[in-house]
């Protein structure tokens, strides 16, 4: 079992930057992969980016390349999305997710979720 807090949301004007962090309870933090997921108001929830648990392999959706960077620190059982030149649209709450194995983008595949954190982008 491991659980997840999320933290780092707020309110920020378009072309800003935010950075989300995931803290893990548990001493498995390493052994898992991590995804940030992501839901706007009326839509369905969406992958943003993954993590394997060594973190040496990244996936981003391609809404966010180049622009969301996804990041792992084990010896603080953390992962952290950086989030630059963010758009109204990247408004939603944002989720951490872990699961065993390999990062996928299915979000029924993450058995462990955080609360969420809001991001707010206003133009």
């Known amino acids: 079992q491991v659980q997840l807090v999320e933290s780092g949301g707020g309110l920020v004007q378009a072309g800003g930057s935010l950075r989300l962090s995931c803290a893990s309870s548990g001493r498995t933090f390493s052994s898992y992969a991590m995804g940030w997921l992501r839901q706007a108001p009326g839509k369905e929830r969406e992958f943003v980016a993954g993590i394997i648990k060594g973190g040496g392999s990244t996936v981003y959706a391609d809404s966010v390349k180049g622009r969301f960077t996804i990041s792992r620190d084990n010896a603080k059982n953390t992962v952290y999305l950086q989030m630059n030149s963010l758009k109204p649209e990247d408004t939603a709450v944002y989720y951490c997710?872990?699961?065993?194995?390999?990062?996928?983008?299915?979000?029924?595949?993450?058995?462990?979720w955080g609360q969420g954190t809001q991001v707010t982008v206003s133009s």
């Open positions: 997710a872990a699961r065993w194995g390999s990062t996928t983008p299915r979000d029924s595949e993450y058995p462990y």
